[in-house]
């Protein structure tokens, strides 16, 4: 692994990236890898899988034991203990607050940030008669489920993509929610069959976007990293975690918040729910990308303003 103390850090000779072992995580990693390589050619670049606490907990929802920390605790301890120089996520499992330590100085070119409706017997949601059975990791995708469709039965499912495919396809669902980015990436696009748009089902913070991660004491692997990053995808990402932070988001606030770039504008849309969906408080904002971050939380401050302020209370 590659330091040096000047200005202007050389190219590296050696990267680690600590990953998750997941398909999707490796698939990520790759993809880091590759674009890396390509930046790099007489560069080095290693994988560093790991296995996290999030990845072994499988028999309780992620907001009963810890919530989305539990993805990258591990992987960072590897960037403190010197064993990786880098670790790659999906931004909507990176925690809203990041331990001085940590630095995110690139955030890539985002694929489809929306949710899919995956299902073996049904068309669209709609489709599906009452009493039928939607599978769903996150509390944000249950509250917005409950709000519009009533009368299907919304019940939790954990694991990886491939392990809540196989669910559905045991029977054990009627349909499940999944980010189709991951579907995407993977080569499973077909497997959806219906994008949910984001009035149905606003997104969550960072969705579909890789964040990589560092060190703060080394400003040299910032500067390998900068290339990587995408400054709209950044910052739509950003103003979105903005709205989390603000309103202390976790697995355990139905929560979304998704901003899409529209000419020179950044248009942002969030919410805060009760989990049955009974109470759903919206929100939008647009403003410059520039200062995406406090666009974020000033669209906080609005759903504070409109009854946020009360769910939270009584959820936390």
Avoid at 66 to 93: C, N, Q, W, Y
Avoid at 141 to 166: C, I, K, W
Avoid at 287 to 316: C, T, V
Wanted: one cysteine or more; charged letters at 25%; aromatic letters at 4%.
């Amino acid at each position: 692994m590659t330091s040096t103390t000047s200005s202007s850090p050389a190219a590296p000779e050696r990267i680690v990236i600590a990953t998750r072992e997941s398909r999707l995580a490796l698939w990520q990693a790759e993809h880091v890898k590759a674009r890396l390589e390509a930046l790099y050619p007489a560069c080095t670049v290693e994988l560093l899988g790991m296995t996290t606490r999030g990845d072994q907990i499988l028999d309780r929802p992620l907001a009963k034991v810890g919530g989305k920390g539990l993805f990258v605790k591990e992987l960072e301890t590897a960037l403190l203990d010197g064993r990786a120089d880098i670790a790659v996520h999906s931004m909507k499992d990176v925690p809203m607050e990041m331990g001085k330590a940590f630095a995110l100085p690139c955030i890539s070119a985002r694929e489809v940030p929306l949710d899919a409706f995956v299902s073996n017997r049904y068309a669209s949601l709609a489709d599906m008669p009452p009493g039928t059975v939607v599978g769903t990791s996150s509390l944000r995708r249950e509250s917005q489920l409950h709000a519009q469709y009533p009368f299907l039965a919304v019940t939790s499912l954990r694991g990886n993509l491939d392990t809540r495919l196989r669910k559905l396809d045991e029977g054990q669902y009627d349909a499940i929610i999944l980010a189709a980015a991951g579907l995407t990436r993977l080569g499973l696009a077909d497997r959806i069959r219906a994008t949910l748009p984001a009035e149905v089902s606003l997104p969550a913070a960072g969705q579909g976007a890789l964040g990589i991660e560092c060190l703060s004491s080394r400003p040299e692997v910032a500067a390998w990293l900068a290339p990587l990053n995408d400054p709209a995808t950044s910052a739509c990402v950003r103003a979105e975690r903005a709205v989390a932070r603000a309103l202390a988001g976790s697995c355990e606030v139905p929560l979304g918040a998704y901003a899409e770039l529209r000419g020179a504008r950044l248009w942002l849309r969030g919410f805060v729910a009760r989990p049955d969906g009974s109470e759903i408080v919206r929100a939008e904002r647009e403003g410059d990308p520039a200062a995406a971050e406090a666009l974020g939380g000033a669209l906080a401050d609005d759903l504070r303003a409109q009854g946020a302020e009360r769910i939270l209370a009584e959820l936390g």
